[in-house]
Structure formats: C-alpha cells, structure tokens
C-alpha cells in the first residue's frame, strides 16, 4: 500500500490516481545509502534537496521512493525520460535484444543499426540522412565540432551565452554558463555572443517569440517588424566582425536553450544568423539534445519552428528514454570529411542502444506524444501564466510543448533574480506535495519543467494547483 506522508505544506490539490503498485524496497537502509555517497561517489555528482530523495522505482509520469511515496516527475531525469519511466514496449523490446545480442561494434553488421538509421534519418529532410552514433550529448557535440572543423578547414565556432552543449573539456568551450567552467584552460577557438533573451536581455517585447506566453515587456515594434530580433542580429554580426577570423568553421545553437531555463529567441532570428555563418564558409549545428524527438510539440525537431535545415544535428538525451546514447545527423559530404582518417566509437550504435531507441519512435508514434506535448504542454502554459499574472515574483513564463520555464524575480520592473534561498523553499515545498521539478538558468533562478511526454492535464492541473500553493506559502513567509 501506498504510505501517506504529512508534508510542511497542505495543499487541496489531489494527486492523480495511479493503479501501478511498487516493489518493496528492500537495498541499505537510507543512512548507509548516504554514507556511501560521501565515501565512495565523487562529490562534483551533486543531489537534489536538502534530504535527497531515495527512489527506487518509476512508472511512465511517476516515481517512488524508497518510503513507497509516489512523485510526479516534472524533470523527467533532466530531460531524458521522453516516453515515460520503464515504458512497457521500449523495456520489452530490451529485453527481447539483452537476450539476442549486447554487443560487436559496428565492425560486423547486425540487423538494429540498420534498421534504426534508416527509421531515424527518415524523420529528417534532405540532406540529413546519415547518422554517426554515439553514447551522450557531450560526445556528440564533440564530435559535430571536429566534424564542422575537418570539413570547413576553418576552427572557430559561435555558440550563444546561456548554452549548454556539453561538460567535456573540448565542449566547455562553448559551454557558456560560469557554474560549469572550470579554471583550465578551455575554449580555445570558441566565441560566445549576446543571448537573444527577450525577456532578460537589453531588448525584447510582447509579440518576439514563438510560445503561447509572451512577455510582459512593452513593443515597439511596426507590423511585420522585431526590433529585438533586430538588435540583436546587429550583436551577432559585431561579434563576426571583431571577434573572429573571416571564415568560421560553425555555428551552435540550442533551438530553445534548455539549461538556461527554457529561453526563446525572436522568430527569424536563428534564419538569420544561420545566413551570416553560412556566408562565412560555416556550417549550422542544431543542438537538439532537449529539443528533438516531438518535446516542443509543434514539430518534431525544434530546428523545423524556426523554419531553417541546419548542416549537423545532435541528438542525446530523449534519444533513449534514459539509455546512454546519442547521435550527430548530418549530410553524405560532412560525413566524408570524417572518414579520410580513422574515428571510431566502441559501444556508439550497439544492438542494444539501436533496438532502444527504434521502440522509442515506436513508442512516440503510437502514444502520440508529440500531439500530446502540444496539447497538455499549451495547457500547462496558459495555466502558469495566470500565476505569474497573480504573482509579483514569477516574471516570466515561456516554452514550447513540454519544454517550459518559470522564471523568479524580486519584482517584475527590475527583473532582478529571486534570491537562491527562497526558490530553495518553493522548490522543496513542492518536492513535499508530490512534485518533482528541476532548475536553471545563470542564478539557478528559473524552474524548468520538462516532464515525460505521456504526463496528462489531469497531472499538470495538479502540478500548477501545487505550485499555486508553494508560491502562498512563500508570500505568507516573506509577509
């Protein structure tokens, strides 16, 4: 039976049922669980809360843990739960392959690798149809780097302010968020230029992004016109003209930056930086290790809503529902310029990671979970966007489908961040209903809300009504 827990909050918000029982728990008592962590795990892997949670089983939206509790699972393993927790078909189809073969490399031809780049190209326009296969983001965007270098014969790569591409020491590079830099020497070759933010940043107004919530900010602009977009356009093309060399090798950009907390650019502005590259003999890497597999809702790909075909894709993440892998797409002649010497990857596209991630398209198709991203993720939007209309601390809601950020200020006027402590408090408070969300953004100030794409209205009405409370209970404090 499901135990029932007093939290330090109440909420009339009812969780949803659930009819999935867990297994008893029956690993180390919670203390030793925790005495190995400070012995035996590298302090740099840092838990959520201030009393880590101890789970011990998921099903699609939910997770359980070691009490039996249930959570609704808002963050989905840092955005990599795209179908749900252990969905049936994609464990299945595991389990059928663990039993056939784990694994060769891709010296010998087995059956899944074949199947599973023909069924992933396929979902990509012309000329993206060949896939390298690797085994998470940083390797991929690693691998799209030297790829845009070895083709181009340029090196210097732009990335933007407030992306995250990666933690390995050739990605830190255009990794641009300080909590993640380390002081060794990085980045040599890799420009970062102004984040087309529209809500922090120094322009932005009530029409510039392609969302159902705008900001609050005033336009200026004429019928047709974004001035944000713009300026900061005019940012992006100062920082060609003095920051780097004539010719660039490439170009990164998450089509909606996800560590950073969900920020949108202007419509067309991704359209026309794409153009400036590519006139400066560069190529355009679409990081979609957030965005891609149907998250956005609109489309399947979140390059597609910016109405641009990048050179090279990279793809982690939701890939695998939480099996390591990742992939680079790209087209026939960038991929040559990687095979006139040897590069090779040991466990990239094994039987096992390949029959995976064929039953997660499998699964996104027939759950229709990019409609339901669409759907329930709109709804989760226009609901949050009433809270920030109520509250003064929440100044920006935006996203996209499933991918959503709330961001906490002082006060709407200064768009000062919220100080860490007491989004700490908001943040456990819903910890202790029953909701699990994650964070981001520069000051860690922004809720980022990325859940399984299976996750229900029934589950967000319950999520936004818990927030709703968290955020009472913040007000009730401060007064």
Not at 239 to 260: H, Y
């Amino acid at each position: 039976r499901q135990q029932k827990w007093k939290s330090s909050v109440s909420t009339q918000a009812k969780m949803p049922p659930c009819d999935f029982v867990p297994e008893k728990y029956e690993s180390y008592p919670y203390e030793r669980m925790q005495k190995i962590r400070e012995q035996n795990i590298a302090p740099s892997l840092r838990t959520y809360y201030k009393k880590p949670l101890l789970l011990h089983q998921g099903h699609m939206q939910w997770l359980f843990d070691h009490e039996g509790r249930r959570y609704l699972d808002l963050f989905a393993g840092i955005v990599t739960v795209s179908v749900g927790h252990c969905h049936p078909k994609v464990t299945m189809a595991t389990q059928k392959q663990l039993a056939r073969l784990w694994h060769t490399t891709s010296i010998y031809m087995y059956p899944p690798i074949h199947e599973y780049a023909e069924k992933l190209t396929s979902l990509f326009p012309d000329p993206l149809k060949v896939v390298y296969l690797t085994n998470s983001g940083s390797e991929a965007n690693d691998l799209a780097m030297f790829m845009a270098r070895l083709h181009t014969r340029n090196f210097d790569i732009i990335s933007l302010r407030g992306g995250y591409h990666g933690g390995s020491p050739y990605t830190l590079g255009l990794t641009s968020l300080a909590p993640y830099k380390h002081g060794v020497a990085n980045g040599f070759g890799c420009t970062a230029t102004m984040l087309p933010d529209v809500f922090r940043g120094p322009w932005g107004g009530s029409h510039c992004r392609d969302s159902p919530v705008q900001t609050v900010r005033k336009c200026s602009c004429t019928e047709g016109a974004c001035l944000a977009k713009d300026q900061y356009i005019e940012q992006f093309k100062d920082t060609l003209n003095t920051s780097v060399p004539k010719t660039v090798a490439g170009f990164i950009a998450e089509p909606i930056q996800g560590v950073n907390g969900a920020v949108q650019y202007p419509r067309n502005f991704l359209k026309e930086a794409y153009q400036l590259i590519r006139e400066r003999g560069g190529l355009c890497i679409s990081d979609e290790v957030q965005t891609g597999f149907g998250r956005t809702g609109s489309h399947f790909w979140g390059f597609q809503a910016h109405g641009v075909v990048p050179d090279i894709v990279t793809l982690a993440k939701g890939i695998g529902n939480g099996f390591p892998m990742a992939a680079v797409v790209t087209t026939k002649d960038i991929a040559n310029s990687l095979a006139q010497n040897l590069h090779f990857n040991t466990f990239g596209g094994n039987p096992l990671a390949c029959v995976v991630g064929a039953a997660v398209l499998d699964a996104i198709e027939e759950d229709g979970l990019q409609k339901n991203s669409e759907d329930v993720g709109t709804h989760m939007l226009l609901e949050m966007a009433k809270l920030r209309d109520k509250f003064e601390i929440v100044g920006d809601v935006r996203g996209k489908g499933l991918m959503i950020g709330v961001e906490m200020v002082t006060d709407k006027d200064s768009r000062r961040p919220l100080p860490a402590e007491e989004i700490s408090q908001i943040w456990e408070d819903c910890k202790d209903m029953g909701v699990l969300i994650g964070r981001g953004g520069l000051y860690s100030q922004t809720f980022r809300i990325k859940p399984p794409m299976c996750i229900t209205k029934r589950d967000v009405d319950f999520a936004v009504e818990v927030f709703r409370t968290a955020l009472q209970k913040h007000m009730e404090r401060a007064a």
